[in-house]
């Protein structure tokens, strides 16, 4: 393939073996830039082709919350089934709604991920203002291109944490991270 076909999404590469042959691997040899994702077709008369192999495997969740081996756990709030694992990455992506808020839990607190899942996330009395949780810290994200002034109500934690209603002033398009138990 030409070096300049590379960046193209449907770049493809085909391999005509004279006849139906009986295939049970195929490999690719790749220099430095690699193909981070490809299939791998077949088709007995050119025309109509199928899939027998799609590199990474990707698995989307349908809950909103994935724990990686206790390490790191991740929460994400609106979208919907918006998490994708494959072999060598996690992708949290919008989907559909917006705004998109994920919330990202260091190994000491990943194993509690579908509990921190399972609670009430933040609301906001303005449209496009977002806010999240995360180990107490509470995090409002103004995603507008015009400052405002806004009310978020946090729900009480499952920590223990009381709940609580919480002014900010935010310019366009910014964000401010607040302390535990900040504007009680």
Known sequence: MARAERPRADSWLAVDLGAEQRVDRVLLGWEAAYGAEYRVQV????????DVAAVPTAHRFTGNWVNVDDRAGFVVRGGSDPIRVTAGSVTLSAGPAAPLIAEGYPA???GRTRALAAAPAPTTDVPGVAAALADGHLAVFNLTNAAVRATVHVPAG??????????????????TILPPASGA
């Open 158 to 175: 499952t920590d223990g944490d009381p709940a609580r209603t919480v002014r900010v002033d935010l310019p366009a398009a910014a964000a």
């Open 43 to 50: 088709s007995a008369d050119g025309a109509a082709w199928r």
């Open 108 to 110: 000491q607190r990943a």
